[in-house]
């Protein structure tokens, strides 16, 4: 009963709460939501500070053996892109990660991410450009870009320049939220009474 509603967070450091209080990150925050609006579901958050693409692909069979989750919400290519790694082996990793979530029957929402200029515009639109194909390949939602109003507002990040602050996490999850509640079975509500 519990496997079909949990919800899978499937991240790096910007779902994992890096440098701030893990009920602080949008992942619990969603968590909170959830509860508070009667949803019946839990949210697992398996986010690794640092992962990569490939590092996704090695942990995730386990975390949905281990979950079966209903919904599955991708996070991950942002250390990659910082690494200045090949996109199209980016682009593979999240390829078979989408593969495997929908074989174990979840509902996916990919997360698409942004990265500094770095490496060049070249780089940079080849890298932005994965999200938005996969997600048409997969038929699955994409939310644009996970730090939208907050990776450029200094009052909402952290002195990196990279994560958000507590300030920015209501932000990313108003940025997530309008493309996960559709992926929600309404009756998860109703089962809980």
Sequence with gaps: M???RTILAFGDSLSAAHGIRPEQGWVALLAQRLKTQG?????V??????????????????????????????ELGANDGLRGLPVNVMRENLTQMLHLAQAAGARVL???IRIPPNYGPRYGEEFARVYPELAQQFHVPLVPFLLKDVALDPARMQEDGMHPNPAGEPAVLANVWPYLKPLLDKNAKERER
């Design 45 to 74: 958050n398996a986010s690794v500070s640092g992962e990569t693409s490939a590092g996704g692909v090695e942990r995730l069979p386990r975390a949905l053996a281990l979950h079966h989750p209903a919904v599955v919400i991708l």
């Design 110 to 112: 990919l997360l698409g």
């Design 2 to 4: 519990a496997a079909d």
């Design 39 to 43: 949803y019946g579901y839990e949210v």
